[in-house]
Structures are given as C-alpha cells and as structure tokens.
C-alpha cells in the first residue's frame, strides 16, 4: 500500500476520537433526516440540496467512510458511516 493510500485510511484532523464521534453522529442524523425529507416530508428542495452538500462536505472534511459489505465487498452506503480507522470501513481499491 501507497504512503498517499494508508493517509486516506486515516483521519484528516486534530479533533480527538470523542469529537470526531459527535460529528459522525451529527452526519449520520442530517443522512437520516433528509432520507426521511425525500420521501413525502413537505420541503424545497433547494433546502435539501444545501443540507446534502453540508453534509458531503462534512464527511469529505473528516474522511467518514461507507461500511463494507462482507458479503460481496462493496460499500453499504445506505448504512451509517464510520471513521476511517474502523475495521467496517470500506475503501475503493482498483482491480
């Protein structure tokens, strides 16, 4: 593995573990609300776009991670985020 590829497996910041815990938990709840919002909840969808952006920056930001599905490999990306130091946590990896 690359120097640039383990840096990614890491996380970007200098927030403790107990921070960056309550930033994925915020992160994870902003997922769910707009899951929520898009199927039926009365909402502009201007509103949604700028949540979803938020939150895409917030995980970008902190390097939050899909989890893995041990079944065939890929990302659950309907499930909850995780640090990238969790072992659940998936990363593309090139064929």
Known sequence: MTKAKQNDRKNKTK???????KILALVN????MLSEMS???SVQTITL???DAAMHRVQNAMNFRPQKDDQ????MYWAGLVLPEDSKAWFYEPK
């Open 29 to 32: 709840s902003t997922r769910e």
């Open 72 to 75: 065939n490999g890929g990302s």
């Open 49 to 51: 776009a700028e949540l």
């Open 39 to 41: 199927d039926g909840w």
């Open 15 to 21: 927030l403790t573990q107990d921070d960056l815990q």
